[in-house]
DNA sequence: TAATGTGAAACCGTTCACAGCT
DNA sequence: AGCTGTGAACGGTTTCACATTA
């Protein structure tokens, strides 16, 4: 065979983290549901992707499938566990708990992929001592003793924009590793910390935006739109036909 | 000038749309503070990007700069809250008013961000009829009947996995165009509506993944970890060596 | 002079198409 | 016969570098 030139083979794309995850979730529940095998076409589906893509994703993984018959179940869910550190012991702490830190501390899904919640932290005296969702408060200001006996990896971030900064520095001074940020705002902390940032607002807004240049039907839409969103069909240049895309490509 | 061949111009990419959101939300930060004016490099370090990421984002959405000085805030937040349809008056509502509904009933970032919730259902017939965070809760079964008063455009969905995909059809049937799903299953719906999926625990996990892979420093991690992760330097195939990329590009 | 604005190159991820297995 | 596994083409996004301009 020829040898490739100096090509850089199959990593995995950073992307395909996300997708193994939403991967994993629906073969827990077919597995659960008695299936015992799945094709990369079906797998496509579940998470409305292109089944190539599955394919790829599950290679860069080393899962392997059976040619003529699709992939094990069982086996897919050890071996994407396994890269995603399912088995992994991962203590989580919570700080700040307003609404969101209460609903978080109750919503049972972090538990179900295998984080342990092994503690909360809150500002308010009258919340300190209690307990949510089964997760015992303690005051905010201990955070570097209690975090000494909980060993916590990583730490869910839901106070108030104003106090996130400050406490993610705590947060990390703690020895955290990572942290899952909810608060507005972009951490700045050092690349040894690990964060992802949930902007609930922004989300919002990217589905604004998605449904505002969605092919318009039957259904509701705000009075004003913005005027200037420039797209293919829209270009400023020469040459602004260009061939239109076919409009559903994905099965 | 040389007329450029053909070539498709500046689009907005779609993940620039992510951006822009943030970019709106340091700028209207900056503005409170008086700041008027920030370069390309000042917004980079704010969202943490590289400043040729923001020049492009800019440029794609006809933002003018001042050359050797920079981007006026109250125009840059005019122009993004323009794309992102900010004074477009959205109107949306909540279904499912357990522990994370309440919690996103309560939050204010959606109505900072120019979005209405006009109301929320609920199958409880204890919250029924109560409010929180001024939101009324209305009866679940009647959405369909009070959708034509409320003439909302978007939905939070907030209830539980089993129960997702039923009341998402019954959503679409009221003219819903977009929905945020908080539910960790991929809603199957007609193309013509828009969705946005947050799954914590997924979040969480690629979080998870991000600390695993990040260079060792003295931070807790669990006892074990994933074997096989591929990445650039374990590559299985010739040229291993590949000249290491500096290790910290952007200012 | 210090920044924007932008072609062109590099990079990354996806799609295509098909050879290879079972 | 059917589906996986994968090179190669493709397309979108980012980076680079620099001409341009207030």
Redesign the interface.
């Known amino acids: 065979m020829p ?2 030139p ?7 794309p950073t992307v395909a ?2 997708r193994l ?2 991967y ?3 073969l827990q529940r077919l597995a659960e549901a008695g299936v015992t095998s799945a094709n990369s076409q079906a797998l496509a589906r ?3 992707v292109s089944p190539a893509i599955v394919r790829k994703d599950l290679a ?3 899962a392997v499938g059976r040619r003529g018959v699709g992939y094990d179940i069982a086996a897919l869910i050890d071996r994407i566990g ?4 399912t ?6 702490i919570l700080v700040g708990v ?3 830190g ?3 501390l ?2 049972r ?2 538990q ?2 295998g ?1 342990r919640i092994v503690g909360a932290f809150d500002l308010d005296p009258r919340l300190v001592g209690t307990s949510i969702g089964g997760t015992l408060i303690h005051p905010i200001a201990d955070i570097g003793r209690i975090a000494k006996t909980l ?4 730490a ?1 971030l839901a106070v108030p924009v104003e106090a996130a900064a400050s406490v993610a520095a705590d947060l990390v001074a703690a ?6 940020n909810f608060a ?3 951490l700045k902390l050092p ?6 940032n ?15 240049r ?2 318009t ?16 069909e829209s ?5 602004a036909k ?1 061939g239109r895309k076919k409009t ?1 490509p994905p099965a």
Chains 1, 2 share one sequence.
Do not use: C, K
């Open positions: 040898t490739p100096d090509g850089p083979p199959n990593y995995l983290v996300g995850s939403l994993l979730r629906e579940l998470i409305d860069a993984i080393a396994a890269m995603l550190g088995q992994t012991h991962w203590n989580v307003g609404s969101l209460t609903a978080l109750r919503y899904g972090f179900r992929q984080f060993q916590p990896h990583l869910v020895g955290i590793s990572g942290i899952l507005p705002t972009s690349r040894s910390v690990g964060v992802v949930v902007d609930l607002a922004s989300e919002m807004q990217r589905l604004a935006f998605a449904v505002s969605l092919p039907t039957t259904a509701l839409l705000p009075e004003s739109v913005p005027e200037f969103v420039p797209t293919p270009a400023p240049t020469t040459a260009a559903a």
